[in-house]
T-cell receptor, first 114, second 116 residues
């Protein structure tokens, strides 16, 4: 059974550009969450989608957005990149709406903004 | 904002010893989860304990939860070099009808080093 797949694994962008990250959850998983991990702030929740609906959003500026498609694949977009957006972006999926089984994380996309 | 705070921040032990990590949190929770992360890679789910449970076991892992003290501990018995990783606790406040809304709140983690 394939795990959560995130593409690309590494990305280097210039300040001011925009970027789109992709996440393919485990087949059958309808909940997809996104997290940002930095050395200073740790792991922070970005947003969560369930059946194409954003159910919850973290405390991030509007430059961060996401969406989920009918096949549960999800994308997140960051516009007008800033140096502080350099981070490991992690996607997680879950089968159950209540997530009592925990979440399965992808290996992440490491974004470097120069 | 961080909800869970792990203690200690770093722990170094010899192979075969037990490792205990603690986590404190601030608000009511639906469940608490522990994850492992190797060298900046993805997180691996270890164990989930619900708010109405007090103790749970999984292989060499033992987790306790004290909701009155808003704290949890993770015990790894007979540790191995392969257990070297960062360990995070994450709380799930839950959504409507006890469900989750995907917004786990993570602590800063405990960096465990197991020396052969």
């Amino acid at each position: 059974k394939a795990g959560v797949t995130q593409t690309p694994r590494y990305l280097i962008k210039t300040r001011g550009q925009q970027v789109t990250l992709s996440c393919s959850p485990i087949s059958g998983h309808r909940s997809v969450s996104w997290y940002q991990q930095t050395p200073g702030q740790g792991l922070q929740f970005l947003f969560e989608y369930f059946s194409e609906t954003q159910r919850n959003k973290g405390n991030f500026p509007g430059r961060f957005s996401g969406r989920q498609f009918s096949n549960s694949r999800s994308e997140m977009n960051v516009s007008t990149l800033e140096l502080g957006d350099s981070a490991l972006y992690l996607c997680a999926s879950s089968f159950r709406q209540d997530a009592y089984g925990g979440y399965t994380f992808g290996s992440g996309t490491r974004l470097t903004v120069v | 904002s961080q909800q869970g705070e792990e203690d200690p921040q770093a722990l170094s032990i010899q192979e075969g010893e037990n490792a205990t990590m603690n986590c404190s949190y601030k608000t009511s929770i639906n469940n608490l989860q522990w994850y492992r992360q190797n060298s900046g890679r993805g997180l691996v789910h270890l164990i989930l304990i619900r708010s109405n449970e007090r103790e749970k076991h999984s292989g060499r892992l033992r987790v306790t939860l004290d909701t009155s003290k808003k704290s949890s501990s993770l015990l790894i018995t007979a540790s191995r070099a392969a257990d070297t990783a960062s360990y995070f606790c994450a709380t799930d406040a839950g959504g409507n009808y006890g469900g989750s809304q995907g917004n786990l709140i993570f602590g800063k983690g405990t960096k465990l080093s197991v020396k052969p």
